[in-house]
């Protein structure tokens, strides 16, 4: 191997090249273009995109009101006491009968208009993290948004859509830290579902290029970990298949400047994961942009596009732990109709997409096609 470089050649490029010598009987793909390179990620880390003040500043009315509370304040004072062991049943072990507190015993989760709750307390601090996806400054309503009140990104930039981060964003749960995403992490990592691969082909050089594609697919093979417990880069990852074609592949064309990866928009379905729920939402007009670690063995950025709103509800109405997440269902979901800015149903104008940023941590991999895998193997 060492003949096929010179003694001063970068490091980087050293592993990488070396890296895709011996993948590419595996995955043909990389080869497409002469003189091109393909590079593999597959991400770890997916947290909602949130802007917390060190003084819940953004929040001035204080948290929103968590479902417990609600069960527990519509109690009398006996009635309280015996079903929360005058205070001492933890609020995990109370949840199962916290949530049945419909007229007829409806879990109010899974049937949120079943009672009408004081509305959700929710952002209206001035910043967000994100990006403007419909091309207004001042939140006026376009052919694919409903008018909306806009943020500033801490960087100063302004027009950013976030109603995803303005929906959640003052329930304690959903706070950089909080529960949900963090169980969702840990089962991901644990579980080795909803993993998302990140192919990216007609690379000329790994820190520039001007004209590249990027794929998405979902993995069939769990995260491998080195000694630490983190994410050993350039482990390879096999996609999923079905019926002889990915089941997931959807791409978006971009560039590399400077080691950061930008894409432009398109709609994209992805593979995910968390709190016992696995779905494949179509995030509309998603971009990607990236920063590729020096020695290409990490990537971190935002995901940036319109979440489907009834997908979001199903996801929360159906998740375990609602007391520790600390929202309300029925209050979310009036709230989550009354923010969502994205793709205007045409026949009632209600807006049926939240606008929304996702921080993600990705890992060099290698993205193995099996079909050309096969292939390659038949031919040798």
Request: net charge negative; aromatic share 10%; hydrophobic share 35%.
């Amino acid at each position: 191997m060492s003949r096929l470089f010179p003694v001063n050649f970068p490091p980087f490029r050293l592993v990488l090249v070396a890296a895709v010598a011996v993948c590419a009987s595996a995955n043909s793909a990389f080869a497409a273009e002469a003189g091109t390179q393909t590079l593999g990620f597959v991400i770890r880390d997916w947290f909602t995109s949130v802007y917390n003040s060190k003084f819940l500043d953004e929040c001035p009315e204080g948290l929103a009101t968590s479902n417990d509370e609600l069960w527990w304040r519509g109690l009398s004072k006996e009635a309280r006491a015996k079903a929360t062991n005058n205070g001492l049943l933890q609020q995990l072990t109370r949840m199962p009968v916290a949530m049945r507190r419909g007229p007829n015993g409806e879990n109010v989760c899974l049937n949120p208009t079943s009672v009408v709750d004081p509305p959700m307390r929710v952002i209206e601090g001035k910043y967000s993290f994100g990006a403007n996806l419909d091309g207004e400054s001042e939140g006026d309503a376009t052919a694919k948004s409903c008018a909306h009140d806009n943020f500033v990104h801490p960087d100063g930039t302004p027009g950013v859509d976030n109603q995803l981060y303005r929906l959640v964003g003052c329930v304690y749960g959903w706070r950089k830290g909080g529960l949900p995403d963090l169980n969702a992490h840990e089962g991901r990592g644990t579980s080795g579902l909803g993993m998302t691969l990140i192919e990216i082909t007609g690379v000329t050089d790994p820190r520039n290029s001007d004209n590249v594609t990027i794929t998405f697919y979902r993995s069939v093979d769990q995260f491998a970990f080195d000694g630490t417990g983190k994410p050993l880069p350039y482990s390879s990852y096999n996609i999923d298949m079905e019926n002889g074609q990915p089941r997931y592949s959807d791409t978006l064309k971009g560039a590399i400047k400077d080691g950061v990866l930008t894409t432009e928009r398109g709609d994209v379905r992805l593979p995910f994961y968390g709190n016992y729920h696995f779905m494949h939402p179509v995030i509309k007009d998603m971009g990607l942009r990236m920063e590729i670690s020096p020695d290409g063995a990490t990537a971190s950025g935002q995901i940036t596009g319109y979440y489907n709103m009834d997908a979001f509800l199903h996801y929360v109405g159906g998740m375990v732990g609602h007391t520790s997440t600390a929202d309300d269902c029925p209050a979310m979901y009036v709230a989550a109709h009354e923010l969502a800015d994205g793709y205007p149903d045409p026949e009632t104008g209600q807006c049926t997409h939240l606008s929304s940023a996702f921080d993600v941590k990705a890992y060099a991999a290698f993205v193995i096609h099996p079909d050309k895998q096969t292939a390659s193997a038949d031919q040798r």
